[in-house]
């Protein structure tokens, strides 16, 4: 959906979603990194189980909740990417102990 | 504004709706009036708990009203379904009270058998467990639970669906529901209440007064009395999670949705609009300490609620002796009792009296003045 | 920089590091006056001048020169002797000027003696049918990405509604090399008419040219379909496809983003939470807080500088940081007041900045049937509640926000109303017959972002609070 502009010189950063590695750039958020990616980042609601991505990026909207190193229902938009960050695409409610 | 009705019912809290929905179901002609959209509302602030355990130490008939009640709750939820299709996830399968260590397990231990030892109070198999007992039914406890008590009819509901299907149920029941018409004064003439609101004025052949708290103001407007002694509670809540407490907590639950409720503080203040964080930072450290994975679950608001409880804490349902027709009726646990009130107080409503037998003992009488200290089980 | 606060008290808390969080800790700070900057964010800038020390689109040109304005306030502030503090997210602000702010999982609490409020806009929802299917987002989500990782849409890009920031981020979005198949514009046309008695204010302030060069910029490359009047995204657990009227004739086309827009309203959750006092502004249409002259609030010691007390853009939301910062060093500092920019200059430098707002209010007034919306369409993201759903509400007798809540949830999510919020109020008040303002909002409440139980466990108690909670 989104690509990257050539100009941008930032040191990479590996991190795994879902276990497969990912290349995301210094200073990305997670969900910077997903929508830059091509996988298939879609979270399922607590409610319905309907399938959502970010929307607003900016802390809003909480549909781009993640899995971000075992703990659940993190901001993506909000949390910058560190090297071998794990990261999990949530399918409803948290998981206990998550 | 139609002005001719069977009764009206000052207060759409969850008393005044359940009395009235029970007024509708026995084919009277009924109007509920309300205040508006922001306004002190123990109704839509409340913990959802249909509680027996620990309930009416002082007062043996409040101990078997709220069996009674507990009782009642699934004919109450059946008939809700049928008729508004909503489904209020009423749950009666036991709940707990949980304590922390040694003391708490002692104190929680001596009420349970002073309750026992009450003379004439229904028996509700109350009966304190080890923690390795609990732990069979709730697994996830943490290493400080103590253990804690239990009773098999404790249960919780969702009480905001309740209070919606209840003003479902008013339509079909053609009960005509007035928001913001809050009742500033009553009078009775020629075998008629008038109410006045800001709208108008509205005739009832008999009145309910369940306006919570309110009803200390307007009860003696019609020869009524009900002391209260309103206190604060605050709840915290977190998002939704997947169902990890099979059994309702006095203090946690976890509602249908998946969200966990952390309950409440009993604090004198009156003001709803500030919260204490460190009164919800008790709280929610228990409520860490009996369920550690909590810990990691976000809190997504807290508020706080002003309980409708009158002075010793017991409920208070009266009719006056010098406005025949004029009755009033205020509680704490008002989601626990609805059945109750949707049932019974509705059935002597429209028959003109209150049974002595059934709800003798809660006649505002027994304060004959001066105030009680509240030792209801709260 | 994501340390604790070094101190418990402050003379000065600002709360947002966007332009007028940036200039109001600026003056504080260089008048000697004791000062707090907190941001959830990263770095500063908020969110016209986001990512504005990391950004990696280096060509100045692209993101264009109001951006980089952006670039002295940073290093202004950095001059100044302001305590400076980023993914710090303030969770509580009381009329006792009371903070509590989550930093790195733990909360700190201080004390000020002023609050400067600086939490800036939020984009206004745009609840048409299919906002919720993945693909969909707001075209302040694409800039973001734009100018913090210089991503650019690259599948089939839809663009649609209104608004300055639309034809801005169009223009950017070109200039770094993504992709825009069209643009759907839905500026009403009977907007143009209202706007013209406006215009001659508009003619002479600084947005004209710009907005004027930027859309040219952009109509040479991309379709603009204009007198958009309808709107719907569809597609089966992902955005397939866009469904739009325009002069009466309906199309489809496939898209795999859709960028969405229709201006920009006021952060207004930790101000009403705080109790500030808040009335609707019938041409901006969204809730503003009611203010004097220097941004006071009507919570004394609580002042709103920016786009939160009202939207003025960014010029504006330097002007009014600094006029609060003012405001604060009169009270606290007198006679560090002289060598500050005069009240009166301040001023006029103010109304030079708000020229021709009203035109673009009034042009860019986003259409009713964008506003609110009927039938299945989404209101309340988090809860999944429809309009349907608010309408059965009011048909039993919801009379405003609150008892709305009680009824279906909305606003009970963990966005906390801020996604439908300005729909609910609206719906409602058109379902009842009464105004925005006699239908009111929601009453909110801390924690005002969420918080972990633990890190709310661990606030300090007395003995008195565990009474008020343990008993038998
Ligand atoms: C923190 C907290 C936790 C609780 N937990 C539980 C629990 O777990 N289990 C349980 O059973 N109960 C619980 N309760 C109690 C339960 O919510 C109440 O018992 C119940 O809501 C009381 O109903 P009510 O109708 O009397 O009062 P309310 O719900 O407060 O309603 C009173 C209504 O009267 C209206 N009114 C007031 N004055 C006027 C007037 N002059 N004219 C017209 N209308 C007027 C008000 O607007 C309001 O709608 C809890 C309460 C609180 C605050
Ligand atoms: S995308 Fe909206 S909160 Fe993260």
Redesign the interface.
């Known amino acids: 959906?989104?690509?990257?502009?050539?100009?941008?010189?930032?040191p990479p950063v590996q991190i795994f979603v879902d276990g497969v590695a990912i290349a995301a750039?210094q200073?990305?958020?997670v969900s910077?990194a997903l929508?830059?990616s091509s996988c298939d980042a879609?979270r399922s609601?607590?409610?319905?189980g309907?399938?959502?991505?970010?929307?607003?990026?900016?802390?809003?909207?909480?549909?781009c909740?993640v899995t971000i190193d075992g703990?659940?229902?993190r901001q993506g938009?909000?949390v910058?990417v560190a090297e071998g960050m794990q990261v999990e695409i949530q399918k409803?409610?948290?998981?206990?102990?998550? | 504004m139609r002005t001719d009705y069977d009764v009206a019912v000052v207060g759409g809290g969850l008393l005044g709706s359940a009395i009235a929905w029970g007024l509708g179901r026995l084919g009277k002609r009924v109007a509920v009036l309300d205040e508006g959209d922001i306004t002190k509302r123990a109704s839509r602030a409340n913990f959802a708990l249909v509680w027996v355990q620990s309930k009416g130490l002082g007062m043996p008939a409040y101990t078997i009203w709220t069996v009674q009640a507990s009782q009642a709750w699934g004919r109450l939820a059946s008939e809700l379904k049928q008729q508004t299709g909503l489904d209020v996830s009423l749950q009666q399968n036991g709940g707990f009270h949980l304590t922390l260590g040694d003391d708490e397990f002692g104190q929680r231990a001596e009420l349970v058998k002073r309750m026992h030892n009450q003379n004439g109070a229904a028996d509700y198999k109350m009966e304190m467990l080890s923690a390795s007992e609990v732990k069979k039914s709730l697994p996830l406890i943490g290493p400080e639970v103590s253990g804690g008590s239990y009773c098999p009819l404790d249960g919780h509901v969702n009480s905001l669906r309740t209070f919606r299907a209840f003003h479902t149920g008013f339509k079909a029941f053609g009960i005509d529901y007035f928001p913001e018409q809050p009742v500033s004064a009553i009078s009775k003439s020629g075998g008629e209440f008038k109410l006045t609101t800001p709208k108008g004025e509205l005739r009832a052949a008999k009145i309910v007064l369940a306006a919570g708290n309110a009803n200390q103001t307007l009860a003696p407007m019609v020869g009524l009395s009900a002391p209260m002694g309103p206190t604060r509670g605050q709840i915290v809540v977190t998002e939704r999670t997947m169902p990890f407490l099979p059994h309702p907590l006095t203090t946690i639950r976890q509602t249908d949705e998946g969200t966990v409720m952390i309950g409440d503080s009993k604090e004198d203040e009156l003001d709803d609009r500030t919260l204490k964080h460190s009164i919800s930072a008790v709280m929610t450290d228990r409520a860490q300490r009996m369920f550690p994975h909590l810990a990691r679950l976000n809190v997504v608001r807290s508020w706080a609620g002003i309980r409708v409880m009158p002075q010793d804490g017991f409920p208070i349902y009266d009719q006056s002796e010098t406005h025949p027709g004029a009755f009033v009726a205020c509680c704490h646990s008002g989601v626990t009792l609805a059945s109750n009130h949707a049932f019974e107080i509705a059935r002597m409503v429209a028959q003109g009296a209150l049974e002595p037998e059934l709800v003798g003992a809660f006649s505002a009488s027994r304060f004959g003045g001066a105030g009680t200290a509240n030792n209801s089980g709260y | 920089m994501t340390v604790a606060p070094k101190r418990e008290d402050y003379d000065v808390v600002v709360i947002g590091a966007g332009p007028a969080g940036l200039a109001a800790a600026a003056i504080s700070a260089e008048a000697g006056l004791s000062t707090l900057l907190l941001d959830e964010n990263v770095g500063p800038g908020g969110q016209v001048f986001r990512a504005i020390s990391s950004t990696p689109v280096t060509d100045r040109n692209q993101l264009g020169a109001d951006y980089w304005v952006g670039a002295d306030l940073v290093q202004s502030l950095r001059a100044s002797s302001a305590e400076v503090i980023h993914r710090a997210t303030v969770w509580s602000l009381d009329r006792n000027l009371d903070i509590a702010v989550s930093v790195g999982g733990a909360s700190a609490f201080v004390k000020a003696k002023r609050v400067i409020l600086a939490t800036g806009a939020l984009e206004r929802p745009f609840p048409i049918p299919g906002w919720t299917l993945p693909g969909v987002m707001t075209a302040g989500a694409a800039q973001t990405m734009l100018k913090s990782s210089a991503l650019v849409p690259d599948g089939r890009t839809v663009i649609a509604g209104q608004g300055p920031l639309l034809w801005l981020l169009a223009a950017q979005i070109l200039r770094l090399g993504g992709r825009i198949d069209r643009i759907l514009d839905t500026t009403e046309r009977g907007n143009y008419i209202a706007a013209l008695p406006h215009a001659f204010a508009f003619l002479t302030s600084p947005y004209f040219a710009k907005g004027l060069s930027m859309m040219r910029e952009v109509k040479a490359k991309v379709q603009v379909v204009s007198g958009v009047t309808e709107l719907a995204a569809a597609g089966d657990l992902q955005l397939a496809n866009v469904s739009y009227v325009a002069s009466g004739k309906r199309e489809t086309i496939p898209a795999d983003l859709l960028l969405l827009h229709q201006g920009v309203v006021p952060n207004v959750n930790l101000a009403m939470a705080a109790g500030v006092e808040h009335h609707w502004d019938e041409l901006q249409l969204c809730w503003s807080p009611v203010l004097d002259a220097s941004g006071n609030s009507s919570v004394a010691g609580i002042a709103i500088a920016g786009d939160g007390a009202g939207i003025g853009g960014a010029n504006a939301a330097i002007v009014r940081g600094r006029i609060a910062a003012r405001a604060a060093v009169e009270a606290l500092a007198p006679a560090a007041v002289a060598k500050l920019a005069s009240m009166a200059t301040l001023r006029a430098d103010l109304a030079k900045a708000e020229r021709g707002r009203v035109f673009l209010d009034t042009l860019f007034r986003p259409a009713p049937q964008f506003r609110i919306p009927s039938g299945d369409t989404i209101v309340c993201r988090c809860e999944e509640v429809t309009a349907k759903d608010v309408l059965d509400s009011v048909a039993i007798g919801a009379t405003g926000p609150n008892q709305l809540k009680a009824y279906r949830r909305t606003g009970m999510g963990p966005c906390q109303g801020r996604l439908c919020g300005l729909t609910v109020t609206e719906l409602m008040a058109q379902a009842r017959a009464k105004t925005p303002q006699e239908i009111g909002y929601y009453r909110l409440r801390a924690p005002v972002k969420p918080i972990t139980l633990a890190e709310l466990a661990a606030v300090p108690k007395s003995e008195a609070d565990v009474k008020a909670v343990v008993r038998g």
């Open positions: 959906m989104f690509k990257r502009s050539e100009q941008d010189k930032r750039r200073g990305d958020t910077a929508l830059a879609r609601t607590a409610v319905s309907a399938p959502r991505l970010p929307y607003c990026m900016m802390g809003v909207c909480f549909d909740l703990v659940g229902n938009c909000l910058p409803g409610k948290r998981e206990i102990g998550k």
